[in-house]
């Protein structure tokens, strides 16, 4: 029975246009709303896959604010039983403080009897893209962190994984407790069902206050900016299947044709 | 001691990776506003060809190279190589270390910087060498940059892949060779790779090493919709790369979406068919040195980014493409 926990973040929307704060601190995403991390959809699928393969629980956590609570009612409509959500306030928050502010949870709820075999994270965020949370818990913890995993199973307690190396896919095996963090690619994203979204509903939500060892580290942020936008210096070769000769001559100066 | 950066260093049987020498490029910018810091470059495990790669080194500019070597580091694991960068920063007294934003430089990036206790900034674009280190980094995909204070000593980043091409230092070195054999704990040892498979035809590598990438989006409309884009990547000896939502459906394979959570390329020529251009897709496709749009839709953003567009439906133009250059190259 493998107790499995996956740490999850809202984020803004990456199918529009980016915008910004006026003060330049935030992504504006008030008309293009917010979803799941990518990488975190495949480690709740992950987290529900092992969670009833080895007939334990998937608890999805979040640290956030009141509105976050829509992705933990997201992810308990694709399978996980319980829903935490460490309310904190994130501006304020770099990784390292996510990190912590888990870690916490993590460590009071072991004290208490509860205990997470397996904690799952994204592999990184599609906002933010800090690549270190899953780590930074990991050492937290005093466990050991994969990272960049697509795939994994629990046979008798230990943990196989899967990644991409460099040269192939690479095996990782160890003992359990461990923290994962999940890439994009093994596992299908799952999504709801009409029970799924009724359980959602009347699943509670337990709120925790975020509990740090000290002051946040904070982000470092200084400011966002968008890059410089450059002015559109597309040339239209034409409309239709009459643009296929100007577009072979535009191959041929490429030299990608008739090599 | 005079300043010293340390960049982790990653080699394959061909040598330093493309990544690891854009990463020394603009670590040799940074060391040069620096005070005239030195480069030093960490070399964690088994290496083909060490000649090769010291060469390598100091054409690009390395003063000292640390090898870091060992039974223990046969097999790969993120935290046997941080050990390994942690055990240089401690002897050299780094101020700044880098790595590049590999899968595997950013693994051992965030663990260098739990254990020096260092904030990390991931996907740098430009260092401002002013104290305290100020970065540009990309976020959301690239659409837009944090400007980050990185208050630690040591700092630790990556380098966004493909933002600074790879430039030899005006004057070679010959990098002085240190090796030593890195101490680590049973921890350390417990996440390392057991076996590798090696896949039976390495789609991804064929896909961001192609010259020529053929890419399809929802306007493709189904899975057998790709047959005249596969055509075409055949004309073309190129590869497919697609957007996410191709992949969701189920309409191609994971290996080949191209984009923030999926392969970055960098082709001579990116033929985006029915792709509106989204954050997620552009972040993986903005690098192709060409890119020809075919879309319905002349104010789809990829049209407009584009070098090149042909405006309509995508199921004429891409058969009228191949016929033509079928017609060109009979006989040639």
Not at chain 1, 189 to 202: E, F, H, L, Q, T
Not at chain 2, 49 to 67: A, P, Y
Not at chain 2, 191 to 205: N, Y
């Amino acid at each position: 029975m493998t107790n499995v926990l996956v740490c999850i973040k809202r984020v803004p929307e990456t199918s529009g246009q980016v915008l910004l704060s006026e003060d330049g601190q935030s992504i504006d995403a008030r008309h293009v709303g917010y979803t799941l991390s990518t990488h975190d959809e495949c480690a709740v699928a992950l987290a529900t896959q092992i969670a009833s393969a080895t007939g334990g629980d998937a608890t999805v956590l979040t640290v956030g604010d009141d509105e976050a609570v829509a992705q933990l009612r997201d992810a308990i409509a694709v399978g996980c039983g319980s829903a935490v959500r460490i309310e904190a306030p994130t501006q304020a928050y770099g990784p390292a403080d996510v990190a912590a502010a888990i870690a916490e949870v993590v460590k009071a709820r072991a004290a208490h009897g509860t205990t997470y075999d397996l904690i799952l994270v994204g592999n990184d965020a599609t906002d933010t893209g800090d690549f270190q949370v899953g780590v930074r818990l990991a050492y937290a913890l005093d466990r050991p962190v994969l990272t960049g995993i697509k795939s994994a199973e629990v046979t008798g307690g230990r943990l196989i994984a899967r990644g991409d190396g460099p040269s192939g896919s690479e095996i990782f095996e160890l003992d359990l407790p461990a923290v994962v963090t999940v890439l994009e690619g093994g596992v299908e994203p799952r999504y709801p069902s009409i029970p799924g979204r009724m359980k959602a509903k009347r699943t509670p939500i337990e709120d925790v206050d975020a509990a740090l060892p000290g002051e946040p580290v904070g982000s470092g942020r200084v400011k966002l900016k968008l890059p410089p936008q450059k002015p559109s210096v597309v040339q239209v070769l034409g409309e239709g299947d009459a643009a296929a000769p100007a577009v072979v001559d535009l191959l041929i100066e490429l030299g990608v044709v008739g090599r | 001691m005079s300043a010293t950066i340390v960049v982790y260093v990653e080699v394959d049987s061909a040598g330093v990776i493309e990544t690891a020498q854009e990463t020394l490029t603009l670590a040799r910018g940074l060391a040069a506003e620096h005070g005239g810091a030195a480069l030093h470059a960490v070399v964690v495990g088994p290496v083909d060809d060490e000649s090769t790669v010291e060469k390598q080194l100091g054409s690009l500019g390395v003063v000292e190279l640390h090898r870091a070597e060992g039974e223990d580091l046969a097999a790969y694991a993120g935290s046997t190589h941080a050990a390994a960068v942690v055990e240089v920063v401690q002897t050299t007294g780094a101020e700044v270390v880098i790595a590049g934003g590999s899968p595997r430089g950013t693994e051992i990036a965030a663990h260098v910087a739990v254990r020096t206790d260092a904030v990390m900034a991931a996907n740098v674009v430009t260092v401002d060498s002013a104290e305290p280190l100020t970065v540009s980094r990309q976020v959301m995909g690239g659409a837009a940059l944090e400007e980050m204070r990185l208050s630690t000593q040591p700092a630790v980043l990556t380098i966004a892949g493909h933002v600074c091409e790879v430039a030899p230092a005006p004057e070679p070195t010959v990098p002085q060779v240190n090796r030593f054999e890195p101490a680590f704990t049973d921890a350390d040892l417990r996440t390392r790779v057991v076996r590798t498979e090696e896949v039976e035809s390495d789609h991804t590598a064929a896909l961001t090493g192609a010259r020529v990438v053929v890419g399809g989006g929802r306007g493709v409309g189904s899975a057998d919709g790709f047959n005249d884009l596969l055509e075409l990547s055949d004309l073309l000896g190129g590869a497919i790369g697609v957007s996410r939502v191709v992949t969701s459906l189920g309409w191609r394979p994971h290996h080949e979406q191209v984009g923030q959570t999926g392969s970055r390329i960098s082709p001579d020529l990116y033929i985006a068919c029915g792709i509106s251009g989204a954050i997620q897709h552009w972040a993986g496709c903005q690098s192709a040195k060409t890119i020809l749009a075919i879309n319905n839709d002349a104010d789809a953003p990829m049209v407009t980014k584009a070098h090149y567009a042909v405006v309509g439906d995508l199921h004429e133009i891409v058969p009228a493409i191949n016929d033509e250059i079928r017609r060109r190259t009979v006989g040639a």
